[in-house]
């Protein structure tokens, strides 16, 4: 398959860039790594009237880190961020979130704003994004704007930005000293979309006590959601194989899904029972081990 004809721009600045996306509006696509956009144009599931590659935007290329958290410019390839040695240190469930990201191959183009406006239910980045309470910056004709994660997670391949706005940065806050973490998830084959993805931070006392907990989950969802009925089951309480466990049941009532190809609600809903259990093992792990 090849796509529909389309008018193609390559802006060189951000500002340029905004131009573009409020001359043509809803007829114009944002071409970032394109491993998701251009299958969908080959396909003709995607038929822009115009295609504005914002690849030579090199201004948003970049990770620096501040006082509590990790600025990365929108258009830093997925691979970069998880390999850089300061992610992996300050952020290191950004990193292992990443290496879940299709093939090396993909990650190699795909980009850190590419997968956040492209909105897929089980994309990792928005999971931790979400889990760590970050945030995202948007530019538009009326100068730039900052976002929640829930603000930006719209809907199912939805983000809440306008068509004349385009994502520039995203902040992650780095994990204190008194805090651990964990992410895994399910699917078919490495690679594939996650059926079930869970993240967490935890933040712990004296005792095994945790004293805060966000937890996220991922393709159960239209989105990726926070589980708050986890987060406060864990919250207060000393992290023992029974709290565990009751906070895992209550995955169940984040999940909003139907019955589909891949996975059926029931078994997804088992899975993120399961998945929750194993991550928060995992990050009491790493916390007794460090």
């Known amino acids: 398959m090849k796509p529909a004809p389309f008018e193609y721009f390559v802006p060189t600045s951000v500002e340029e860039a905004v131009e ?6 809803d007829d114009a696509k944002v071409l970032a790594g394109g491993q998701s956009l251009v299958p969908m144009m080959n396909f003709r599931l995607a038929q822009p009237a115009v295609l504005i590659d914002i690849n030579r935007i090199v201004e948003l290329g970049y990770i620096r880190e501040g006082d509590s958290s990790i600025a990365i410019g929108a258009m830093t390839r997925q691979r970069v961020v998880e390999t850089s040695p300061m992610v992996r240190d300050k952020c290191a469930i950004l990193s292992e979130a990443l290496a879940n990201v299709g093939h090396q191959a993909i990650r190699n183009r795909g980009t850190m704003g590419g997968t956040l406006a492209h909105g897929d239910p089980a994309a990792e980045v928005a999971t931790v994004l979400l889990t760590l309470g970050g945030s995202v910056t948007v530019a538009g004709p009326q100068g730039k704007r900052e976002l929640s994660p829930e603000e930006l997670l719209a809907g199912p391949y939805a ?3 306008s068509s004349d706005e385009l994502i520039v940065e995203i902040n992650f806050p780095i994990l204190a000293a008194n805090e651990t973490h964990g992410f895994l ?9 996650a059926l079930a993805g869970v993240a967490a931070v935890l933040r712990m ?3 095994n006590i945790c004293e805060r907990a966000r937890v996220a989950l991922c393709g159960v969802a239209p989105t990726p959601v926070r589980a708050t009925e986890v987060e406060n089951q864990l919250t207060g309480k000393r992290l023992d194989a029974s709290t565990i466990q009751a906070a895992a049941e209550l995955a169940s009532r984040a999940v909003d899904c139907e019955d589909e190809y891949h996975a059926s609600r029931e078994y997804r809903t088992h899975l993120c029972q399961v998945y929750v259990r194993r991550t928060i093992q995992l990050a009491l792990e790493r916390w007794g081990n460090n």
């Open 20 to 25: 573009l996306l409020a001359r043509h509006g």
């Open 159 to 161: 983000a809440g930005i």
């Open 185 to 193: 998830e399910m699917s078919r084959r490495h690679g594939d979309f």
């Open 205 to 207: 006392g004296e005792g």
